[in-house]
């Protein structure tokens, strides 16, 4: 079992930056890929990048070069540094852990899930 908490949400002005925190409980953490999706009001769940156990990132395209995932196995801690951030960033954001997968953009693909924290962009 792994429980996952992120920290680091918050109201930024457009062009700003946050760095969001998730702290994962559990021996295994290392062995996970850690996931951060987020979520806009009325919108489905969306993938926004991906760290594998070996340290590869994947990112969607509406994030790429603003966005970066990293990942700190002795502290069981996975961020998620925004940069230049967009009022079309504003969601809910949740990190999520499993094994990786070739549908590792999809939410399914995933076992265990934070509890998200609130990202708001105003322009």
Known sequence: QVQLVESGGGLVQAGGSLRLSCAASGRTFSTYAMAWFRQAPGKEREFVGVIRSVGI????????????ISRDNAKNTVYLQMNSLKPEDTAVYFCAAGFYTIAYSRAGAYDYWGQGTQVTVSS
Do not use: A, E, N, P
């Open 57 to 68: 990132t994947l990112y969607t395209d509406s994030v790429k070069g603003r966005f970066t």
